[in-house]
């Protein structure tokens, strides 16, 4: 979706299942230049250590590529197991719902861009 990959998770994941997923959103951000990702988890019932632990690693390799990653849509029972379980998801905001996730996307984003448009004006007139 324009500058945003939309990742929709529609079965719980094994781990092979999930250590693909992980390489392959690794590769579409850098295929595409994504500036954002969005998983939407709201299909898992469960998410245990390992999952948990891939979900952060995307966070991790987005941010290294210079994109924002987004994680919308996660069940009660889901949030409460990542925090029994002690799991932080570093470098991953969540939103409760796609909308909300792409709305916090473009705000990430789009603040970089302005900065971005703003370093590039000042460049320019020093010329």
């Known amino acids: 979706m324009g500058k945003f990959l939309l990742v929709t998770i529609q079965v719980d994941?094994?781990?092979?299942l999930a250590l693909n997923l992980e390489t392959d959103l690794a590769n579409m951000v850098n295929k595409t230049g994504a500036r954002g990702v969005l998983i939407d988890?709201?299909?898992?019932?469960?998410v245990d250590s390992f999952m948990g632990r891939i979900l952060g690693n995307i966070g991790t390799m987005s941010k290294?590529?210079?994109?924002?990653?987004v994680v919308v849509g996660m069940q009660p029972a889901v949030a409460i197991t990542l925090v029994e379980?002690?799991?932080?998801?570093?470098?991953?905001?969540?939103?409760?719902?796609v909308e909300k996730g792409?709305?916090?996307l473009h705000t990430k984003v789009g603040s970089f861009e302005d900065e971005e448009?703003?370093?590039?004006a000042d460049d320019?007139?020093?010329e």
């Open 124 to 126: 320019n007139s020093i």
């Open 13 to 16: 994941l094994y781990d092979r």
């Open 85 to 97: 379980l002690g799991l932080e998801l570093k470098g991953v905001s969540t939103a409760l719902n």
């Open 102 to 104: 792409m709305q916090l």
């Open 64 to 69: 290294i590529m210079d994109a924002e990653s």
């Open 117 to 120: 448009k703003e370093e590039d």
């Open 41 to 46: 988890i709201s299909a898992l019932s469960i």
